[in-house]
């Protein structure tokens, strides 16, 4: 059977969790990890965020907090579901019941009752979509999620202009490596919307 390149994952191998936070004092949500990336969203004091949690293969309830880059961590704002990197040290605990990520797609980590607190349940692909393909592209748009996997949430942003290698192709998504960037790590390995790129 034909497999997907190590590193383009399926949703079934993410299950992402978001511990729910509050914004302490007003901060900025940007693009890229630190104060020279543009903001995408001014944040007040109180504001409710949900920061990321590493991939979660294994499915666990409690998956560890991704890691600051930085100083910043990447988090979803529940007012507008945009995502993006904030002063880690601006975040502090909330109680909870509404962080599952921006489509309600994800879970909770604790926190209080009325969201889902444990991985969906998805059935493990029994065959590829797509086919294998290489050749570089050009990011032809701004702010363009880069995700775990296609159609999942999304782990950094991409900028009109950076190049990304095609790994593999499906018929709207595309698993890439990032070659050149200034706001996510050459070598990263990620999905992006096809329609995105251009030769």
């Known amino acids: 059977m034909l497999r997907y390149p190590s590193g383009c994952f399926t949703q079934y191998e993410v299950n992402i969790g978001y511990y729910p936070n509050r914004?302490?004092?007003?901060?900025?949500?940007?693009?890229?990890?630190?104060?020279?990336?543009?903001?995408?969203?001014?944040?007040?004091?109180?504001?409710?965020?949900?920061?990321?949690?590493?991939?979660?293969?294994?499915?666990?309830?409690?998956?560890?907090?991704?890691?600051?880059?930085?100083?910043?961590?990447?988090?979803?704002?529940l007012q507008g579901g945009r995502s993006g990197w904030v002063r880690a040290d601006v975040l502090v605990p909330d109680p909870g019941g509404w962080a599952d990520g921006p489509a309600s797609e994800d879970f909770e980590v604790?926190?209080?009752?009325?969201?889902?607190h444990v991985p969906r349940r998805r059935v493990k692909p029994r065959f590829t979509v797509g086919r294998r393909s290489a050749g570089r592209r050009v990011v032809k748009r701004r702010d363009l999620y880069l995700r775990y996997a296609?159609?999942?949430?999304?782990?950094?942003?991409l900028d009109e202009g950076d190049v990304v290698a095609l790994r593999?192709?499906?018929?709207?998504?595309?698993?890439?490596?990032?070659?050149?960037?200034?706001?996510?790590?050459?070598?990263?390995?990620?999905?992006v919307a096809y329609s995105a790129l251009r030769p």
């Open 110 to 116: 604790g926190g209080a009752p009325g969201v889902r």
């Open 168 to 191: 593999w192709r499906g018929p709207a998504y595309a698993c890439v490596d990032v070659v050149s960037s200034a706001h996510t790590p050459t070598g990263s390995r990620g999905w």
């Open 150 to 157: 296609a159609r999942s949430a999304a782990f950094s942003i």
């Open 23 to 77: 914004i302490s004092r007003e901060a900025t949500l940007r693009d890229g990890p630190g104060e020279q990336f543009r903001i995408i969203q001014r944040l007040d004091a109180a504001q409710r965020v949900g920061r990321q949690s590493v991939r979660n293969p294994r499915r666990s309830r409690t998956p560890p907090r991704r890691d600051a880059r930085n100083g910043y961590a990447w988090v979803y704002v």
